[in-house]
């Protein structure tokens, strides 16, 4: 079964900095990958996609993403976060119909 | 993209209950999804909801607890049957919007249920 990985569940890092969130799924065959994010009391939205084409996705909010194939992975990217990054935010890989997610990792950035 | 609601945003109820959650969607679409998250966890399917068929669960979840109705292709109720502290949970509806490979899921609000 598919399964997806995000290794950090706890991100702390001061406005301005640079944000790297991984993502690492396990299914071998053309995927779609997308990342959401949940703000505090709000509910999830879409982040980005990918599909196809372009590895390199941008998003909404300056976020972009990186599809590396060979390594299984989907980074999450931002060059400069800001105090209202702060949110929790899914990897999520498509299997058939349906999206397998991943654990989550809940980013405070601090101004 | 979609525009989806949910009611109730929130509840509290004892165990032993039950708790009809509604989900509209402001276009017709095919697919209609039911997720939960539990507390500090990442969101798992219960079902799919397609209009004019049964609904298919997902391994772990079953139609007598979580009995859904689709009745056209903007609407789905989940229902949680006899519900205990372990129900506790954070239920959003999703629907799925494009087509093919292009396919992406929007979410609603959620519905907060805590059983007490």
């Known amino acids: 079964a598919q399964s997806v990985s995000q290794h950090n569940h706890h991100v702390i890092l001061s406005e301005a900095a640079s944000l790297e969130l991984g993502c690492n799924y396990s299914?071998?065959?053309?995927?779609?990958l997308f990342w959401y994010v949940q703000y505090p009391g709000q509910h999830l939205q879409l982040l980005l996609k990918?599909?196809?084409?372009?590895?390199l996705v941008k998003g909404i909010k300056g976020f972009e993403a990186e599809f590396i194939k060979s390594k299984f992975s989907f980074n999450l990217r931002k060059p400069s976060v800001q105090w209202s990054d702060t949110a929790e935010y899914f990897c999520a890989v498509k299997s058939s119909y349906k999206l397998i997610f991943g654990s989550g990792t809940r980013l405070l950035v601090r101004p | 993209s979609a525009v989806i609601s949910q009611k109730p945003s929130r509840d509290i109820c004892q165990r032993g209950t039950s708790l009809t959650i509604q989900c509209q969607v402001d276009?017709?679409?095919?697919?209609m999804f039911w997720y939960r998250q539990q507390p500090g966890q990442s969101l798992t399917l219960i079902a799919t909801a397609n209009q004019g068929s049964e609904a298919t669960y997902e391994s772990g979840f079953v139609i007598d607890k979580f009995p859904i109705s689709r009745p056209n292709l903007t609407f789905s109720t989940l229902t949680v049957s006899n519900m205990s502290p372990e129900d506790s949970s954070i239920y959003l509806c999703?629907?799925?919007?494009?087509?093919?490979?292009?396919?992406?899921?929007?979410f609603g609000p959620g519905t907060r249920l805590l059983v007490l």
């Open positions: 276009s017709q679409v095919t697919m």
């Open positions: 999703s629907v799925a919007a494009g087509t093919g490979i292009a396919e992406t899921q929007y």
């Open positions: 299914y071998g065959g053309t995927v779609n």
């Open positions: 990918y599909f196809s084409g372009d590895p």
